[in-house]
């Protein structure tokens, strides 16, 4: 799946015109000395399936090809005295992995990524968030075939994910979040569902 540059900006900008929009028409005043500033770490992990098309060289051994694989995460954000909200996520994943075949040699190998990503996170109504990131993914394939050999690319690449947040207490929160990881320059994407803690570790007016 391949999103450009240009669509993935369009986007965005929609979904922030619509949650401003939706936040204009409450005509709610903040009043930015009584809301508390704070830092919030998330982490956590969950499970995330390949969605673009696997490109294969060397050939593969039939139905080896492997497109779910675990995910981690960790996101820290600002929350400033007004909506929209800033910080950085990075984390780890394999894109897809598969064994490979030709002629008596066989191996395996696996694409790898680190998301590093500038985040603004939203709140579009109670316990609801939508994110999105810019940035990019530190990509590495990992080729076990007749010997190991192991080569890096750092691509650009966003995100977009909405999470439900269950609070704990006033500083715990356990996070349901469904992202969507796009490196678009080598085209490749992945779907996640994950399971995430927030702590607020940090905050004060």
């Known amino acids: 799946m391949y ?23 409450t005509n709610v005043k903040i009043d930015s000395n009584r809301v508390r500033k704070s830092f919030v770490l998330q982490l956590g992990g969950g499970f995330g399936s390949y969605t673009a098309v696997v490109h294969i060289k060397p050939p593969a051994l039939s139905g080896s090809i ?32 598969y064994k490979v075949k030709n002629g008596n040699t066989t191996g395996s190998l696996h694409l790898s990524a680190v998301p590093l990503l500038f985040v603004f996170s939203m709140q579009v109504v ?48 356990i996070m349901a979040e469904a992202e969507w990881m796009n490196a678009y320059d080598t085209r490749d994407a992945s779907l996640n569902l994950q399971t995430k803690l927030a702590w607020r570790f940090l905050q004060w007016r």
């Open 3 to 25: 999103t450009s540059k240009k669509h993935l900006f369009l986007l965005f900008l929609t979904a922030i015109l619509a949650v401003n929009k939706s936040f204009g028409q």
């Open 66 to 97: 492997r497109r779910y694989s675990a995910v981690g995460t960790i996101r820290l954000m600002w929350y400033p005295s007004y909506r929209l909200r800033f910080g950085f996520e990075t984390g780890y994943t394999d894109f897809y992995s």
């Open 126 to 173: 109670k316990r609801v968030n939508i994110y999105a990131g810019i940035g990019a993914y530190s990509e590495a394939t990992h080729l076990n075939y007749d010997g190991t050999l192991v080569s890096r690319a750092l691509v650009l690449g966003s995100n977009i994910a909405l999470s439900y947040t269950w609070q704990l207490s006033d500083r715990l929160g």
